[in-house]
């Protein structure tokens, strides 16, 4: 478009920027608009025009938003990545920046309130309303009422505060652990902390608020008191919060910060309200969204400022909104609300890039960038004050700062005094600030810029510094402290006492002058800028780096050239200043202050000179508040941290006692641990030091390198005691905070004694303040200004003490704020590498309970993880807690993992396979993974010798990664570090040599020859292995006194646990047990990678080494739905489907990763994990997915093959299953050699990250991050969707088609996808099997592709004929043929099994339609109509003259359901039918196993998920029977079953030919059965499946029992391969079990049944009578669930149970509704490792309510059964039941919803379970439909088919049990019978009912 020279358009009318041209052109679409062009030149064509609207930048932001921005592919992407970042913050314009500034919080509430009421009032209609803002009962729900005058404003119950004297309040300052607790720090110190439980007790306060607290009552304990917000005084300086949208509505927002409230969104409050006193565009927008009531509305930011109802600027769809992240501000509202209200001012993308999830953090944590807000600041100029002759001028100063540091404010120097003798000199050291206070005037603009910033703030992210200066740099570069350039400060100086030959690095021999401190203005002049690593080489002598000491030479030479006359040269200046330094760190912490330990990873490299500058710093600001406390000013600043919790400390101490001796740093705290015992036995806990650690410091030693060793001992986050307990510290520590302290001059009476205990600050150990950083710190400003006035004794005071109070809030908000992005960006940075490869890093176990795992990592950068990414569940390295809770459990037991080892190298490839040099050339570094545990065998097969590859190999290493030290020796370490002298350097190193000495005699390798193949000898050498591991045990823990790396131990505990195959010829096959009993301290090396569950980029857990090289993935077995599924999954139940392709898709997405959840829950508790390792698998071409801001990532074109060789089949075959939907988790290790990293090289110069000089490794530490160790580890998950057909034949590959699970999460990055271009690399798998119904439908699902049968398309595309059978010309005559077979409508002789009217039509149609559906309601006989209907068939079949037959199958009718259950009592019925129908039950797996349990333990594999057996009642019908007595292959399989239980009870493992042969005598002995020819076969619908029953029959007709309850991918099994289907079912009854959400609300819940009934594809016929229900049971399930169509039969309406005449509330209603209150001892409760709840209320009303019935009312307990929707409550009932003597015997059936499915009782007591205490149940008349907080509290109880089942079991009476209150919540079906039962006065008071007389 042509532009004029200041950048407008030629013609602005035609533009298509123009807002009307846009609209013209976007409106044209139907669906889908494409924008080609440069976004750069439309956005700048848009701000030219006069009346731009921002069409262009909207549209662009919400292409980036929903990652429809992509670059064309004649674009380099690196070479215009600046350029994109410059369009994201165009399009994506920083709100932080004005909201900092302009939003107040405690004045934006009322007039966006006020301003909504005045628009109402405006609007005619309503001019004369009664209008009012109101809260719920509980404050848990919000509306706002709009009633006429004529109408009267509905009367809602308010909750009322009570009125409280405000002597009873307590102020305090609120600080939150979660978003239900909190804890209330009373401003008055003599009062104690109050805790705050429960979101009523909060209302909606925020962090830092202050508020006013009525206190309930103290703790038993005195330490604290219990209380609850009455008044929000101030919400102290939360501007705005990131949420995230509720996925159901937009109700509430929910802050990422997990410890805030959930916001209600004003919007909701009133939609109409939307449309109020808006611009038209903008009310067409709001009145076009109205039938869609859940979008979020976004508003304009500034209008939320002003007093008016808020612009509407964009409305997000719901869909589309929860992936996104909003910017809440919150509202001022009233007191008394439960949560804080609050409107959106913002969207942004989730932060899955580098640059959105920046600017995530930045607003959260409302850093501002410079930029805007420093234009006006560029002409300024500080104001200089001239330089006076009296100030004292230094010169010879220095400066150690970070590399490319800008701002230098501090300096030191160190002069001499004078010689007092030979031996002594007297020297004066000096700390300089820049003198801010007095260049920086306050109150003028550069003052107001510095009050809003507070801080610098910096950070690291992708190797690019980040630095957001507090001052402009124009300022900051006038006031640095430059070299050579003079400079006005503050200067803090002392004198000391130096010896003469003390000036050698190691005697410091020093003496401080105390009382010579001095402060004054002085004059500066630095002679040399050194960095720490600078200062550090100067300091160590051992530091070898060519480039530092290059550049460190000329350094020196400067500064010693221009040295003064009382100068010492820059080497002796720097180590006389740390000896100084460290002595004032000694006079400071005492014992413990002759260690330093590093607080960050920029430390670690220069640990002495940031000792050096830390501890300066330290002194002059102890030396400043000493100053200030001293001085007449009426209040000061002070830098405080109070001590830690009582209770906590205690707890603290509690636990750690016995380690506190090992600690250098934590020496000095035992003398404050108060009255705590501790025996000597506890003092004397050994230190636990690493075996890699043992050696680094033996090195060290031996190199006279006593700093280097020294760095190591004092680097307490690498041992593991030591870092565990810091990491405990750390948590109960209190922070640190500004205070500004009135009438200090008291303090100074105190100070000669002891310092303040409120004052102080306790971790330093000194008053404390700062002031030495204020060109990075505003309180340093603050303070120097103070100080000024103090030293120059003015009467006139800058800041009065409520000025400064007000600033201290502020610097606190500001400082913690720019402390926790910090962090923030760390992790961000971490979880950016993980994201291209996984990073294995050390960790140690900090505490183990029952419920979870917490690690601290190693790494300092690391241990910045959240700790939610810390957290590993106990459930996968600790049994399972039993029914009893904690009965017989502690925490000593473990889980033992069954492992499976096999190795697809050949002997060839083993010679150069890296595993193997690792394994065995450097065995002894091998480790076990666990302290004190038991030990661990690895087996290799086939390890070459010289001769031949025969020889067998066990390789054991019990060598501990740590050993134990005890105290007595580890005090030689204290000694050591007090004086790191020669001779303390050798007692360490003799130490650690007797330590090494011992663990290495405990090592042992044995060697076991196999000489034959044969079973006996091999046995034989088993027995001999495990003989001599005794031998070897006992002899392991001989010498129990002596230092070792193990604990005492019995023989016992020391167990050779391994099974070998009997076929060894070429590959490693191995069985491990793999113990994992987790304690604390445990070393664990753990991978870490993204965690897909967050809004920004988050590192987490991904894989855990529990042996070595054994790894468990707890990211799949934590989230298998996440990791086993695609990105987005899509509704799959639709009406109709376009086309096979996309059916398969779509059921496919919803299927794997409900399978996946099954799956992994059956890995986890049988504990089983199958590993193939030195896989190599071939990749298709790759292509690039990128949306352009995002880092590009790669996914494969097509599947992912495997070729396996054909000489491992023999091997593997019987130890692993490979069958189509198996679950892979493939992982790569990829270890970096000199080519490897060339190739990375490359990469990193085309992405320009660096220059043609840099080296291999710099291109590696660019690309993969600073913690990586060279090498590239991925892990992906993948589901194996194709296996050859020839796993048979021995000669054949195994070939695997796997397909690749990828998307955002799952991807492969740009450095690997380099590496397996160029190189082939193999990798390690683990096998999950799915369980067999699942496989089988998964395949099933899979074959559907190629399945031509038409009834196929039909049932999936809802395109169901209605009238033609398949094979027939007409329709069945239903009479002739009822005729001919009268049984067909009566199977039985009894005159009340004869069909009735709807049923015999229900056959006919059966008969007649291809695909039929019969709906069978309670107790209407649909299982009598099913069998009637296969009778039918089968008949039909018999009279065909040429049955139709297909590759020699035989035809049959086919009875299915999804159950055993559901098909035997079919069975039951038809095996009594009159004449002869043959029948064959198959029953699958499963049961069959637990028949004839398996006698060859071959696969990895656990219990039996199902306990269902055969009935010997239809054993005769079963095929696993028949094959055992009526087929000719009986007497082998019985005898060679006899063999195999020998060889199983002596623990031998048959060979490959006998599993070869009694596979296939069972195989023959099934086909021989099945093809005898059967009438009707019944199986389950996965059953149908199986290949005995695909490739054998030929079902002409198929019949689905409780279809309704099947999925349906599980219905098309079946259905896949019949030619006529009958479904009979009933959808309102139980639908599916799912266990996945996700899958079943995407529609895997929904039936096939439901699907074609709803869809009107073909219309369900209804069964009408009922024969169960009386009139009263019945009445309100056929209203609410069958349009009042279900009918009672005649024989039934009025029939009751006898003697109950005076039970029920009404005579005649036998239906009764009892109401249980919520009481305090009510209880609801998950048990461990369970989502289910229990409610002891409503179990003992149970028990009372059968007590009543059976005692006083003479009922029968076999009439009686209880229901409950949890198996816990069913489990408290339970035992409720076996305390009760009478009630224990009467065996009452007490049974869930979903195991009484198909069953029916006398009478029925339902236990509904869910409740609430009263205040937290909403008000019902002002609840909206929140639905987040009715599947939180109500649960499944909701479900209409769980209601339905429920309330239908009984035929002569109901009794519910439960809280009418919050059930009448749900809308949709308790409230309808809720209110039927308060119509019919069945409703009665828990305490009255039942009745104990009448």
């Excluded at 591991?1029 to 020391?1054: A, C, I, M, P």
């Excluded at 992912?1200 to 023999?1210: E, G, N, R």
């Excluded at 039941?1777 to 499915?1797: F, G």
Aim: hydrophobic share 35%; aromatic share 8%; proline share 5%.
């Amino acid at each position: 478009e042509p532009l004029r020279s200041d950048g407008s358009t030629v013609n602005p009318t035609k533009s298509i920027c123009d807002k009307f041209v846009f609209n013209t052109v976007i409106t044209r679409a139907q669906s889908l608009v494409v924008a080609v062009g440069n976004p750069f030149r439309l956005l700048k064509i848009e701000d030219n025009l006069p009346n731009g609207n921002g069409c262009w930048k909207a549209f662009l932001r919400h292409c980036l938003q929903c990652k429809s921005f992509s670059l064309s592919k004649i674009i380099d992407r690196d070479s215009v990545s600046p350029s994109l970042l410059s369009l994201q913050k165009m399009v994506f314009k920083d709100p932080s920046e004005f909201l900092l500034n302009n939003i107040n919080l405690q004045d934006s509430g009322d007039s966006v309130l006020q301003a909504y009421n005045e628009a109402l009032h405006k609007k005619k209609h309503i001019k004369r309303a009664a209008v009012a803002l109101r809260t719920v009962k509980g404050d848990r729900g919000w509306t706002l009422w709009e009633e006429s005058c004529e109408t009267k404003v509905p009367q809602i119950k308010n909750e009322v505060i009570p009125k409280t004297s405000a002597d009873s309040l307590v102020r305090c300052q609120l600080e939150q652990k979660s978003s239900r607790f909190c804890i209330g720090k009373p401003l008055d110190p003599n009062q104690k902390e109050i805790h705050i439980r429960g979101v009523s007790n909060r209302k909606c306060a925020f962090e830092g608020a202050t508020v006013d607290i009525e206190v309930f009552h103290e703790d038993s304990t005195g330490r604290y008191c219990y209380g609850k917000v009455v008044k929000v005084v101030e919400q102290g300086d939360a501007k705005q919060f990131i949420c995230t949208v509720d996925k159901y509505n937009t109700i509430f927002f929910f802050p990422v910060d997990k410890k805030s409230p959930k916001i209600v969104n004003l919007p909701q409050l009133s939609r109409s309200l939307i449309e109020l006193e808006v611009p038209y565009i903008e009310r067409l927008i709001a009145e076009g969204m109205e039938s869609k009531r859940h979008d979020v509305i976004c508003f304009d930011p500034a209008s939320v400022t002003e007093n008016q109802i808020p612009k509407v600027q964009e409305c997000i769809p719901l869909d589309i909104a929860v992936n996104m992240l909003f910017v809440v501000q919150p509202l001022k509202w009233n007191n008394k609300y439960r949560f804080p209200l609050g409107v959106v001012i913002g969207v942004l993308p989730r932060g899955e890039t580098m640059y959105s999830a920046e600017r995530i953090l930045q607003i959260q944590y409302q850093i501002t960038e410079s930029g805007d807000s420093f234009q006006n600041l560029e002409a300024l100029q500080p104001n200089l004050p001239p330089i006076e002759s009296n100030l004292r001028k230094w010169s010879d100063c220095l400066t150690i700062d970070p590399l490319g540091a800008i701002n230098l404010d501090d300096a030191l120097s160190l002069e001499l005094i004078e010689e007092t003798n030979r031996e002594d000199v007297i020297l004066e050291f000096a700390v300089h600030i820049v003198n801010a206070g007095r260049m920086l005037s306050k109150d003028s603009t550069v003052d107001d810029c510095l009050l809003s910033r507070c801080t610098s703030v910096y950070g690291r992210c992708q190797g690019e510094f980040r630095y957001t200066p507090m001052l402009p740099e124009n300022i900051t570069e006038q006031l640095s402290l430059n070299a050579k350039q003079e400079r006005q400060t503050i200067t803090v100086s002392s004198k000391v006492i130096l010896r003469k030959q003390g000036l050698h690095f190691d005697s410091p021999l020093v003496y401080i002058l105390r009382d010579t401190t001095t402060i004054e203005e002085s004059l500066v002049t630095t002679n040399v800028a050194l960095t720490y690593l600078q200062a550090e080489s100067l300091l160590n002598s051992k530091i070898d780096n060519p480039n530092i000491k290059e550049e460190v030479a000329e350094k020196e030479q400067q500064f010693n050239a221009a040295l003064s006359e009382n100068a010492y040269p820059l080497v002796d200046q720097l180590k006389i200043l740390f000896r100084i330094a460290k002595q004032l760190r000694i006079d400071r912490l005492g014992e413990a202050g002759h260690a330093y330990v590093p607080s960050d990873s920029t430390s670690l490299s220069s640990p002495i000179s940031h000792m050096l500058v830390e501890e300066m710093m330290i002194w002059a600001n102890s030396q400043v508040a000493y100053r200030l406390v001293r001085s007449p000013l009426p209040s000061i600043l002070l830098r405080v941290q109070a001590k830690s919790n009582v209770e906590e400390e205690d707890n603290f101490f509690a636990e750690f006692s016995r380690y506190l001796g090992n600690s250098l740093t934590y020496a000095g705290i035992q003398k404050k641990i108060k009255n705590t015992a501790v025996t000597d036995n506890e003092k004397s806990a050994g230190f636990m030091l690493r075996n890699e650690t043992k050696e680094q410091l033996m090195e060290y030693l031996l190199n006279e390198d006593p700093q280097g060793a020294l760095k190591i001992f004092c680097s307490e986050h690498i041992h593991p005691q030591l870092a565990v307990m810091k990491h405990h510290h750390a948590v109960i520590k209190s922070r640190a905070s500004y205070k500004a302290v009135e009438e200090h001059i008291h303090i100074s009476e105190r100070l000669s004694s002891e310092l303040d205990n409120e004052l102080s600050h306790s971790d330093l150990n000194v008053l404390y303040t700062h002031f030495s950083s204020p060109l990075r710190r505003a309180p340093d400003v603050i303070v120097q200004r103070l100080l000024l006035e103090a030293i120059d004794y003015k009467t006139q005071f800058s800041y009065d003490s409520v000025r400064l109070k007000e600033l201290a809030t502020r610097f606190n908000y500001k400082s913690a704020n720019a402390a926790r992005y910090q962090t923030a960006l760390t992790v961000l940075d971490v979880a950016i590498y993980t994201n291209r490869s996984s990073v294995c890093v050390t960790a140690f176990v900090s505490k183990v309970t029952t419920s979870k795992i917490e690690i601290c990592l190693e790494d300092l950068d690391l241990k910045k993880i959240p700790p939610r990414q810390r957290k590993l569940k106990s459930s996968l390295f600790l049994p399972r807690v039993p029914e009893s809770h904690s009965e017989g459990f502690t925490m000593d037991t473990c889980r033992e993992w069954n492992v499976l080892v096999a190795s697809m190298s050949d002997e060839k490839q083993i010679l150069n396979n890296q595993l193997y040099h690792e394994n065995v050339k450097e065995c002894s570094r091998r480790q076990s993974l666990f302290v004190n545990k038991d030990t661990l065998i690895t087996v290799f097969h086939n390890i070459p010798t010289e001769n031949t590859f025969m020889n067998q190999y066990f390789l054991a290493s019990i060598r501990s990664p740590c050993i134990i030290i005890p105290a007595e020796k580890w005090s030689l370490v204290k000694e050591f570090t007090k004086e790191p002298c020669p001779e303390n350097s050798a007692r360490v190193l003799e130490m650690l040599r007797k330590t090494d000495q011992v663990s290495t005699e405990n090592e042992k390798l044995w060697h076991i020859d196999r000489g034959s193949d044969s079973e006996e000898d091999f046995t034989s050498s088993l027995s001999n292995f495990e003989a001599e591991s005794s031998e070897s045990t006992s002899d392991k823990f001989g010498d129990t006194n002596s230092t070792t790396s193990l604990s005492q131990s019995d023989e016992d505990d020391f167990k050779c646990n391994i099974k070998l195959s009997d076929s060894l010829a070429n590959h490693v096959i191995a069985f491990l047990k793999v113990p994992t009993n987790i304690q604390q301290f445990d070393p664990l090396r753990v991978w870490l990678t993204r965690d897909p569950r967050e809004y920004i980029l988050t590192p987490t857990i991904q894989l855990v080494e529990v042996a070595p090289h054994v790894n468990l993935c707890v990211q799949h077995l934590n989230s298998p739905a996440l990791c086993f599924s695609t990105d987005t999954v899509t509704p799959a139940s639709k009406k109709q489907y376009e086309s096979r392709e996309e059916y398969i898709h779509l059921w496919e997405n919803v299927l794997l990763p409900e399978a996946a959840v099954a799956s992994f829950q059956s890995i986890k508790e049988n504990s089983r994990i199958v590993m193939l390792r030195n896989v190599y698998i071939q990749w298709p071409k790759m292509e690039i997915k990128s949306h352009a801001i995002e880092e590009p990532y790669y996914l494969p074109s097509g599947n992912v093959k495997a070729v396996l060789p054909a000489s491992m089949k023999k091997d593997i075959l019987p130890f692993v299953n490979f069958e189509v939907g198996s679950l892979l988790c493939v992982r790569y290790d990829i270890k970096l050699t000199p080519i490897e990293k060339e190739v990375l090289r490359s990469l990193a110069m085309q992405k320009k990250l660096i220059t043609q000089e840099d080296d291999r490794d710099l291109a590696v530490e660019k690309l993969l991050g600073p913690h990586n160790d060279g090498s590239v580890r991925t892990v992906f998950h993948m589901v194996l969707e194709r296996v050859n057909t020839h796993v048979d034949i021995e000669d054949a590959d195994i070939k695997l088609e796997l397909k690749f699970l990828g998307g955002r999460f799952q991807n492969i990055s740009e450095v690997l996808n380099k590496l397996l271009r160029f190189g082939k690399y193999t990798c390690e798998i683990e096998i999950t099997n799915m369980s067999i119904s699942h496989r089988r439908i998964y395949k099933s699902l899979l074959e559907l592709k190629t399945n031509s049968e038409p009834l196929i398309n039909n049932t999936f595309l809802s395109n169901i004929p209605t009238s033609k059978y398949l094979g027939v010309q007409s329709p069945i005559q239903f009479e002739r043929f009822s005729k001919d077979f009268p049984l067909v409508t009566q199977l039985w002789e009894t005159p009340s099994t004869t069909l009735n009217c709807k049923q015999t039509i229900a056959v006919q149609l059966a008969m007649n339609n291809p695909v039929q559906l019969i709906q069978g309601p309670p107790g209407t006989g649909k299982s009598v109509t099913g069998a009637h209907i296969a009778y039918a068939f089968a008949m039909l079949n018999k009279a065909r003259k040429h049955p139709p037959k297909q590759n020699g199958k035989l035809p049959c009718v086919l009875y299915c359901g999804p159950s055993n259950k559901s098909v035997e009592v079919v069975l039951r019925m038809l095996i009594h039918v009159k004449g002869s129908l043959k029948i064959l039950r198959i029953y699958g797996r499963a049961v069959e196993d637990n028949d004839y349990p398996p006698l060859m333990d071959s696969k990895i594999s656990g219990k039996p998920k199902s306990n269902h057996t055969c009935a010997k009642d239809l054993q005769e019908f079963a095929l696993h029977h028949k094959i055992r007595i009526e087929s000719s292959k009986n007497l082998q399989i019985i005898n060679l079953e006899k063999r195999l239980k020998q060889l199983k009870e002596k623990g031998h493992i048959p060979g490959w030919e006998m599993r070869k042969e009694f596979n296939s005598l069972i195989e023959q002995a099934e086909i021989e059965i099945i093809r005898r020819g059967y009438d009707v076969i019944l199986c389950t619908c996965s059953e149908a499946g199986s290949k005995r029953i695909r490739e054998n029959l030929i079902p002409l007709q198929c019949i689905i029992d409780e279809a309704a309850m099947a999925t349906e991918p599980e219905c098309m099994v079946p259905i896949s391969i019949s030619k006529h289907v009958v479904l009979i079912g009933d959808h309102q009854q139980l639908q599916p079990i799912i266990e996945h959400r996700e899958s079943k609300e995407n529609g895997l819940e929904c039936s096939l049944f439901e699907r074609l009934a709803k869809s009107g594809a073909t219309t369900p016929l209804l069964l009408e009578t009922q024969y169960r229900m009386n009139t009263s049971v019945c009445w309100f399930p056929s209203k609410h669930f069958y349009e009042e169509n279900l009918k009672p039969h005649d024989s039934l309406k009025y029939r009751s149970l006898p003697n109950l005449k005076h039970f029920w509330p009404i005579e005649k209603r036998q239906i009764v509704f009892c109401h249980v209150e919520d009481e305090a001892n009510q209880e609801i409760q998950d048990k461990f490792g369970t989502e289910s709840k229990s409610n002891n209320v409503e179990a003992n009303k149970v028990i009372d309510i059968l007590k009543t019935l059976i005692r006083k009312h003479k009922t029968q307990a076999d009439e009686i059964a209880v229901l409950t929707p949890y198996k816990d409550q069913k489990h408290k009932i339970l035992t409720l039941l076996d305390k009760d003597r009478h009630l224990s015997t009467l065996n009452i059936p007490v049974q869930t919803i979903t195991e009484s499915q198909g069953s029916e009782f006398g009478l029925v007591i339902l236990s509904t379970v869910r409740s609430l205490p009263v205040n937290d149940i909403y008000d019902e008349e002002a609840v909206q439909a929140d639905r987040h907080w009715v599947l939180e509290n109500l649960g499944f109880i909701t479900d209409p088919h769980q209601i339905c089942v429920g309330i239908t079991r009984s035929k002569y009476g109901l009794i519910i049990v439960g809280n009418k209150v919050l059930l009448n919540y749900d809308k949709e079906t308790w409230s309808h019978l809720l209110a039927h039962y308060e119509n019919n006065n069945c409703i009665v008071d828990g305490k009255q009912f039942p009745a104990k007389s009448r």
